[in-house]
């Protein structure tokens, strides 16, 4: 299926020279050397070869709202909302994919409450632009390393069901100590609302009696996150 993004007689494109001056900026100056335009821009030219794709865009990131929420889009929401091929959504989800493979290795390599930050940085980039609300729950051994990283409902745009048995009876499946609780809010907003604050005090309290402890509720927003025992909270 051809982007519906192209004009009817496409501008043709010989890849040599402003591409090539983007190339050599990239290799030049880095990851900060592009903008975010520019970087999407390039993306296309790969899967779009011998085409103008910087048009192209800059009307995505402005349709979607930015390279994070681009990135973060379903393949359904980039072929009908941004009009790509599947080619091109591939090559946008492609690099999600391998941005979050290395955020989740930095997260893995070490006891996740002494890399904190790395465990926000993957949950904030895996979680903080999607449309829905998501649960997951990260499961620890005794000595806080990531066991497993798994979801566990998936609801409305503002709302998903969690039960707290299921939880507890997946931790003792797993053999799991400990458990980091997380969800994102598709709001933008990452506070805490009562419901959360529940949930999670049942599931402290359902584990302490078998010895899994809850280390953590972990809200993630467009606009930060939110910890709920930073918080005091629990």
């Given at each position: 299926m051809p982007d519906s993004s192209s004009a009817p007689a496409p501008?043709?494109?010989?890849?040599?020279?402003h591409r090539g001056r983007l190339r050599q900026r990239l290799f030049d100056g880095g990851t900060e050397a592009l903008l975010d335009h520019e970087l999407i821009e390039y993306l296309l030219g790969l899967a779009i070869p011998r085409r103008d794709t910087k048009t192209i865009a800059k009307r995505l990131?402005?349709?979607?709202?930015?390279?994070?929420?681009?990135?973060?889009?379903?393949?359904?929401?980039?072929?009908?909302?941004?009009?790509?091929?599947?080619?091109?959504a591939a090559a946008i989800k492609i690099v999600q994919a391998a941005a979050l493979r290395m955020l989740k290795v930095e997260m893995a390599i070490q006891p996740i409450l002494a890399g904190w930050q790395a465990v926000i940085?993957?949950?904030?980039a895996?979680?903080?632009?999607?449309?829905?609300e998501r649960v997951r729950v990260l499961h620890l051994n005794g000595r806080n390393m990531l066991l497993r990283d798994e979801l566990v409902s998936e609801g409305s745009i503002d709302e998903a069901a969690v039960h707290?048995?299921?939880?507890?009876?997946?931790a003792m499946d797993l053999g799991s100590a400990a458990l980091i609780l997380v969800h994102n809010h598709p709001s933008g907003d990452p506070q805490p609302s009562k419901q959360d604050i529940a949930l999670t005090k049942d599931i402290i309290e359902a584990g302490r009696h078998l010895g899994i402890r809850v280390h953590d509720h972990v809200i993630i927003g467009r606009n930060g996150n939110s910890s709920l025992r930073a918080l005091g909270l629990i």
């Open positions: 501008t043709r494109h010989d890849g040599e020279g990131i402005e349709e979607f709202g930015g390279i994070g929420p681009l990135l973060a889009a379903d393949k359904s929401a980039l072929i009908r909302k941004g009009g790509l091929s599947e080619t091109s940085d993957y949950l904030q895996d979680m903080a632009h999607i449309q829905i707290v048995r299921e939880v507890i009876r997946r």
